[in-house]
């Protein structure tokens, strides 16, 4: 199954600035990363200290990364990025010298 880097950013303009709501909303998001990595969609998710980013690594296709970035729109923006693993990259390099 393909990984996906999938680096996030929160929309600043979209956050609370009552601390008791934006609380609120973090946690309700908090809790759809835990429901994810349930799922088995997202493997890991962590997020920079004092930004409002942070990264998770995503495994499917790429509609399932699509419908996993879905929910968290438009408070949340992403880029998403194939990744290959050592091995991939070990037989790619032999095939290339063939």
């Known amino acids: 199954m393909a990984k996906f880097l999938i680096l996030w950013e929160v929309d600043s303009a979209r ?7 934006r609380g609120t909303a973090w946690l309700a998001m908090i ?7 349930k799922k088995g969609s997202t493997k890991d998710w962590g997020s920079f200290p ?3 980013r942070g990264f998770s690594i995503g495994e ?4 399932d990364m699509g419908r996993l970035c879905l929910p968290y729109m438009p408070y949340v923006r992403f880029e998403v990025h194939p990744v290959t693993s050592l091995a ?10 063939k």
């Open 31 to 37: 809790e759809m990363v835990k429901a994810d990595m």
């Open 60 to 63: 499917g296709t790429e509609a």
């Open 50 to 52: 004092g930004e409002l």
């Open 15 to 21: 956050v609370p600035t009552d601390a008791k709501e």
């Open 88 to 97: 991939d990259n070990e037989q790619a390099i032999k095939a290339s010298m």
